[in-house]
């Protein structure tokens, strides 16, 4: 099975979910986790600010480390990491970090847009799902 997996959180409802479904999965496999959660800034132009970020450092450090706890206190070994990235560049990030961990299988969820709509839209979903070879495992 599986002994190492990525959960990719970005504090939506659905997040739970995804916890959920990595806890129960790590507690079945033994396996160690990832949490992940990526402050998505859009670049701006020449002379303004270089990023701009919706969340703060510390709330989306907050957060991870909420869920970290969560999966630590199920007895799961667990680790958490927030990072920068331009937007339309999370799944690629996802897919970076996935590789960088060795991990076994990509854990996130899914916002309910359809694949048309997550082609049009950009879904990072549906991005990671089409970019990597390893398993994904979409959480509604």
Do not use: C
Request: proline share 2%; charged share 25%.
């Amino acid at each position: 099975m599986y002994e190492r997996l990525l959960v990719a959180v970005d504090h939506s409802h659905v997040s739970e979910h995804v916890l959920k479904a990595a806890t129960e999965l790590a507690l079945l496999a033994s396996a160690e986790v990832w949490v992940l959660h990526l402050r998505e800034r859009e670049a701006m132009a020449p002379g303004a600010p270089a990023l701009v970020a919706a969340e703060t450092t510390d709330k989306a450090e907050a957060e991870v480390q909420a869920a970290v706890g969560k999966l630590a206190g199920a007895g799961v070994k667990a680790h958490g990491e927030v990072r920068n990235t331009i937007f339309g560049h999370a799944a690629r990030e996802i897919i970076a970090d996935a590789e960088a961990h060795d991990v076994g299988l990509i854990i996130m969820g899914s916002k309910g847009r359809g694949d048309l709509a997550g082609l049009v839209l950009g879904s990072t979903t549906h991005k990671v799902i089409h970019l990597t070879e390893r398993p994904v495992l979409v959480v509604r």
